[in-house]
């Protein structure tokens, strides 16, 4: 009897070892996990140049005979995940005369663009370009990171505005449109 007890008690500790090992198994699992990633290059839609124009008044002789300038901080609010440039271009060759100077032109290199005031931009070469209709590097090879944000700073140089390209043209407001994009490096 006594040796049925221990054969009994030695079956049932193999039973709650057997099961015990079995339940640890069952309560584990795996899990596949994967992260999808894509190439991203944009401007974002909080960036400056989204709501604020950019405006050059020659209102007296002083306006003339001086450097114009005007500075947008955070105009572009880039963000790339490679290394980027910044190209700018003029959609059209001239400024276009409305209103009373409808008809009237001023080409678009009396304007300069120029982002040589950022230096957040690691690695980056920056150009100041003359603007013309062809994309132009105003930023080449920055690193690429999240929210990098560009001041860019517009210039109609004094030269320029005493030349006839504005001199002898009829007053009004003259329009063209700058095409920025962000590309991979």
Do not use: C
């Amino acid at each position: 009897m006594k040796k049925n007890i221990i054969t009994s008690i030695f079956i049932s500790t193999l039973l709650l070892i057997t099961f015990s090992i079995k339940a640890q198994i069952i309560q584990s699992g795996t899990a596949q996990l994967s992260i999808k990633i894509s190439d991203v290059m944009s401007i974002d839609p909080s960036s400056s140049i989204h709501s604020e124009s950019v405006l050059f008044q020659y209102k007296n002789e002083g306006d003339y005979n001086t450097n114009q300038t005007i500075v947008r901080e955070s105009y572009l609010i880039i963000t790339a995940t490679q290394t980027f440039d910044v190209k700018v271009k003029a959609d059209g060759p001239n400024f276009i005369g409305e209103g009373s100077a409808a008809g009237s032109l001023i080409p678009v290199n009396v304007l300069t663009v120029d982002a040589s005031g950022n230096t957040n931009l690691s690695g980056a070469t920056i150009s100041v370009i003359n603007l013309s209709t062809e994309n132009q590097n105003i930023i080449t090879a920055a690193d690429r990171g999240s929210e990098k944000h560009v001041t860019v700073k517009y210039i109609i140089p004094q030269a320029k505005s005493q030349s006839t390209d504005i001199l002898g043209k009829p007053g009004g407001n003259y329009m063209q449109t700058l095409t920025y994009s962000v590309t991979a490096h």
